[in-house]
T-cell receptor, first 112, second 113 residues
Framework: KNEVEQSPQNLTAQEGEFITINCSYSVGISALHWLQQHPGGGIVSLFMLSSGKKKHGRLIATINIQEKHSSLHITASHPRDSAVYICAVPPYSGGGADGLTFGKGTHLIIQP | DAGVTQSPTHLIKTRGQQVTLRCSPISGHKSVSWYQQVLGQGPQFIFQYYEKEERGRGNFPDRFSARQFPNYSSELNVNALLLGDSALYLC????????????FGSGTRLTVV
């Protein structure tokens, strides 16, 4: 079963800084998800990617399938980016109907 | 289009009681998955339903059950509640499940006292 490691677990940065959050997984996958969770619960899906790079506004996600590694970058960070960022992958290489396996999340705080 | 809607948003129950949580997927989505998120941890997979059939089940006791209706909405039932069942219960819908994109609801916060 896939094991997901995220780093760092906690990150505090100043407004405007470039942020990088890393995710590694143990079993080859077809797609990886980056999610954002604000205090109070609701999860927002940011990206689903299977190769290369995706960009949405100030968010950039990259994945290296061979190295089983993905990164989420935030450019020109802002206090409203403060949230928990979670990486999630299928539990097995074949995907299947077993839901997603989630990393423990990176708690990001952007200070003004 | 409305997103994934879950009800209720908050719930307090007593140990031993039973609870039913509800989820309405995005229009056109036929797959619904349920996750439990205990405070401070990542979500854990409970069930996935597609076209009204159970397609996957996580490592949860038989006290947890679910079903999907013809309109693709879903209910999660938990019997004989334990204090440890206190968590945020998240529902996610997708067109087909598996590696397709997921949209999450805001969750139901269940507190068992």
């Amino acid at each position: 079963k896939n094991e997901v490691e995220q780093s760092p677990q906690n990150l505090t940065a100043q407004e405007g800084e470039f942020i990088t959050i890393n995710c590694s997984y143990s079993v080859g996958i077809s797609a990886l998800h980056w999610l954002q969770q604000h205090p109070g619960g609701g999860i927002v899906s940011l990206f689903m990617l299977s190769s290369g790079k995706k960009k949405h506004g100030r968010l950039i996600a990259t994945i290296n399938i061979q190295e089983k590694h993905s990164s989420l970058h935030i450019t020109a960070s802002h206090p409203r980016d403060s949230a928990v960022y979670i990486c999630a992958v299928p539990p097995y290489s074949g995907g299947g109907a077993d839901g997603l396996t989630f990393g423990k999340g990176t708690h990001l705080i952007i200070q003004p | 289009d409305a997103g994934v809607t879950q009800s209720p948003t908050h719930l307090i129950k007593t140990r031993g009681q039973q609870v039913t949580l509800r989820c309405s997927p995005i229009s056109g989505h036929k797959s619904v998955s349920w996750y439990q998120q205990v405070l401070g941890q990542g979500p854990q997979f409970i069930f996935q339903y597609y076209e009204k059939e159970e397609r996957g089940r996580g490592n949860f006791p038989d006290r947890f059950s679910a079903r999907q209706f013809p309109n693709y909405s879903s209910e999660l039932n938990v019997n004989a509640l334990l204090l440890g069942d206190s968590a945020l219960y998240l529902c996610a819908s997708s067109w087909k499940g598996e590696d397709y994109g997921y949209t999450f609801g805001s969750g139901t916060r269940l507190t068992v006292v």
